[in-house]
């Protein structure tokens, strides 16, 4: 099963999950630095980024771990405040920048290819202060920090990514205030921040393709989460309609405007507007883009970069009280398989990433899709003999083949999430995702290879998995006996609901989400 020639093969990582150091060297405080340092049982035990895997001062160390795989790719993403402490160019922090050109230059002269993300979760506290993403004031702020990173790296940085999963955590953030600032706005928090999200993007994508492009030759796009979802009753009707509206709300409400017209789906203009005249708003809660909004946003991607962790099944679920929140609005209750595997909030359901793949073809026109996250975790203490793991790989794998080889899907990078265990959010040290062990009691954090970074090596070597596809029937709306043979273990419907706190009730109404997740 060898995978087209030049595929990328990558791993991810991000800043604050893995670089400590969160005062070092002039670092201004993010959103991150202060939520934490809060208290509150808003995190796993109180844990923090503080050191995480301490790769600010051991990148040797990291560089090792990716020669050992042998990637072609490795994202990371950009501290915005360790460069810009107060978040805008008024004082530029050389440390910042010496640190960043370390490793892309460390990267390069290795043949690997960095993957840069400007924006994942860590908004400077400076900004927040200001409004953070519920204030329009931020889309000026964000462009003119994607700038001073294109100018200042982009001579040897080619593929960028501007926001890491804005599609969810605009909802985590600023709706469901499980992640900082911390404040709940249910029902009009994550749409305002998402409006303003889209437009910083579109906004930067523009700085890059007027100022930047022709002489750096460069690409710039942004990551979606996105799971898969079927309708609980594939025999009803309404079924098929909410996991159609789950899909327009999860992917398609940055997804379409971006790649294809600059504006929300129909059915979530009409589901919002629909709610907030129920509920007695004046107009709906969802803000609408001016014409020429819809013209900057529209067209700016220059690849398609999703992140698959898991799928889930939808029922129709009618807000007849007229009830206010996201899911409300969809109108739907998202629940597991009971057949499915389930390693803490994600099941797996590896033929469902062959499912959202075609998908994502058939809708948005055949894009170049790049995979810039996928994995699966491990709890807390971990196996380095990590072999039940791997064999979840290796069947994603084998779904990938088929997108590229059956469905003529044009893959051509994947992502395992994560190069090394990391500071998982909420979930702290209590969930791990590394292909690399981290010991994170020992100051000296040593990475350990677990058997899949051994097999994920071998992978890379062999450009794809050894063996042909054995399976007996199924294409990409049908699995077949190979995909549904994992097994009966029992997926929570609460995958997060062993956390104890006063966020409890906000993490198992996220944990019923389209979003599955409090994820990366």
Not at 174 to 197: E, K, S
Not at 342 to 368: A, E, F, H, M
Not at 370 to 389: A, H, K, M, V
């Amino acid at each position: 099963m060898t995978f087209p020639a030049g595929f990328g093969w990558g791993a991810a990582t991000a800043a604050y999950q893995v670089e400590g150091g969160w005062d070092a060297d002039g670092k201004g405080p993010s959103v991150w630095d202060t939520f934490t340092h809060q208290g509150g049982e808003r995190v796993f035990k109180n844990q923090t980024g503080d050191v995480a895997c301490g790769s600010y001062t051991l990148w040797e160390e990291d560089l090792k771990c990716i020669k050992q795989l042998g990637l072609t790719h490795y994202r990371f993403s950009l501290s915005w405040s360790r460069l810009l402490p107060d978040g805008t160019t008024g004082f530029i922090n050389q440390k910042g920048i010496d640190y960043y050109n370390k490793l892309i230059d460390d990267l390069l002269a290795n043949g690997v290819t960095p993957m840069v993300t400007l924006y994942h979760f860590d908004l400077p506290q400076a900004l927040e202060d200001q409004g953070g993403w519920l204030s329009e004031a931020v889309i000026d702020s964000f462009d003119a920090y994607a700038r001073f990173c294109f100018r200042t790296f982009g001579d040897r940085v080619k593929h960028w990514i501007t926001m890491n999963e804005p599609n969810l955590f605009a909802l985590l953030a600023y709706d469901w205030g499980v992640f900082p600032p911390g404040v709940p706005r249910l029902g009009t928090g994550g749409y305002q921040a998402a409006h303003n999200l889209m437009k910083a993007h579109a906004r930067s994508w523009h700085s890059y393709d007027a100022g930047f492009r022709k002489q750096q030759k460069g690409m710039v796009s942004l990551a979606f989460f996105a799971g898969w979802v079927e309708p609980a009753d594939p025999n009803s009707e309404s079924d098929q309609e909410a996991a159609n509206r789950a899909l327009a709300f999860h992917l398609d409400f940055f997804a379409k405007p971006i790649f294809l017209d600059g504006d929300y789906p129909e059915v979530v203009k009409s589901q919002v507007a629909s709610m907030s005249k129920k509920q007695g708003y004046p107009s709906s809660r969802l803000p609408e883009f001016t014409e020429e909004e819809k013209r900057m946003i529209r067209g700016t991607a220059d690849f398609f970069a999703v992140q698959y962790y898991s799928s889930r099944l939808v029922r129709h679920r009618e807000n007849a009280n007229g009830e206010l929140g996201f899911l409300q609005d969809v109108e739907i209750e998202v629940l597991a398989d009971p057949s499915w595997i389930s390693v803490d909030w994600v099941c797996v359901v590896p033929w469902g990433i062959r499912k959202l793949l075609k998908y994502i073809k058939d809708t948005y026109n055949n894009p170049v899709i790049y995979i810039t996250e996928n994995g699966f975790p491990q709890g807390d203490p971990t196996s380095l003999d990590d072999t039940q793991r791997w064999e979840y790989f290796r069947q994603t794998f084998q779904q990938l083949f088929k997108a590229i080889q059956l469905d003529k899907v044009d893959l051509q990078v994947y992502c395992a999430w994560s190069l090394l265990d990391n500071f998982e959010w909420t979930q702290g040290y209590s969930i791990r995702f590394g292909l690399f062990h981290v010991d994170f009691e020992d100051p000296a954090r040593p990475r350990i290879p677990c058997t899949s970074a051994k097999e994920y090596a071998k992978v890379i070597r062999n450009n794809g998995l050894e063996g042909a596809i054995c399976r007996k029937g199924g294409s990409a709306g049908s699995p077949g006996e190979e995909d549904t043979a994992f097994g009966k273990e029992m997926c929570s419907g609460d995958p997060a609901g062993h956390f104890e706190g006063p966020r409890l009730e906000a993490e198992r109404y996220m944990s019923s989400s389209p979003c599955f997740r409090l994820r990366n």
